[in-house]
């Protein structure tokens, strides 16, 4: 961004594509009749060929890879990472909550594993890296996003200025700003987002969101019924209405550079 442009950039990025069908189905009604530019899409969960269909109706809506070690099963060979499965197969949850040393290999060989089934599925690369639960918090899953990011110079989201900073001294690139979160209540108000937009930094902005229909097939989900309220206020016309008000751009993650 050139010494003293003010321009305001603003990435809105729907994460969970695959979930579940209500979910994907949300999200894209967020990008055709909302503000949703961009979405991450999970690959070790639900229907992968559904997915890229239902995608193939929103050529602009950019897509990113949600790198999952926290839920479901593995893409990669049970043996190379069995440290991170419990007795049934599927992923122990969030490292962060869990003591002792992550294995390294075991993170490298899962999150290869997704890069080549999304590769394989959707026929190019992911426009962008994220993942679940942001378990890239972690340093070690940190450092596994980091490598396979730079061996394709994919970017990565940063959730927090240290993170920005370690993303950009591997000469990757990654928004300047971070918005959004996940709790007990809907975070994505239509009041929230209105007040948001008016506050926007210059530069470019992540806003992550979860919209969705709230349907069966995650009523595990302790943010299940808030995606309604989220998809709602991503396609209200006052929120639309604010985005040209402040001379707000919608852009994917086309818009960010690498680092040179």
């Known amino acids: 961004m050139p010494f003293g442009d003010q321009t305001k950039q603003l990435i809105v990025t729907a994460d969970d594509f695959n979930l579940s069908v209500g979910v994907s189905q949300g999200i894209l009604e967020a990008h055709q009749h909302g503000i949703v530019t961009e979405t991450s899409v999970m690959v070790n969960l639900g229907d992968l060929a559904q997915a890229s269909a239902m995608l193939d109706a929103a050529p602009r809506l950019g897509v990113g890879l949600h790198l999952n070690i926290t839920r479901g099963r593995p893409l990669a060979p049970l043996r190379a990472v069995q440290e991170l499965l419990g007795p049934d197969g599927q992923f122990l949850g969030s490292p962060q909550a869990r003591p002792g040393r992550m294995p390294m290999a075991a993170v490298r060989a899962e999150f290869q594993a997704q890069l080549e089934a999304f ?76 007040s948001t937009i008016q506050g926007l930094p210059p530069g470019v902005t992540e806003l992550m969101c979860h919209p969705g229909y709230f349907d069966g097939a995650i009523a595990y989900s302790r943010y299940g019924p808030q995606r309604d309220v989220e998809r709602q206020a991503l396609c209200a016309p006052e929120v639309a209405a604010t985005m040209r008000e402040c001379d707000v751009q919608l852009v994917t993650y086309a818009a960010v550079q690498a680092v040179r």
């Open 119 to 194: 590769r394989s599925t959707f026929v190019h690369l992911p426009q962008h890296l994220d993942t679940h639960h942001h378990v890239h918090q972690h340093p070690v899953v940190l450092e596994a996003v980091l490598d396979l990011a730079a061996s394709l110079q994919l970017p990565v989201r940063s959730i927090d200025p240290e993170m920005h900073a370690r993303v950009t001294a591997r000469h990757l690139g990654s928004p300047a700003h971070f918005l959004g979160d996940a709790g007990d209540e809907p975070y994505w108000t239509e009041a929230r987002l209105l």
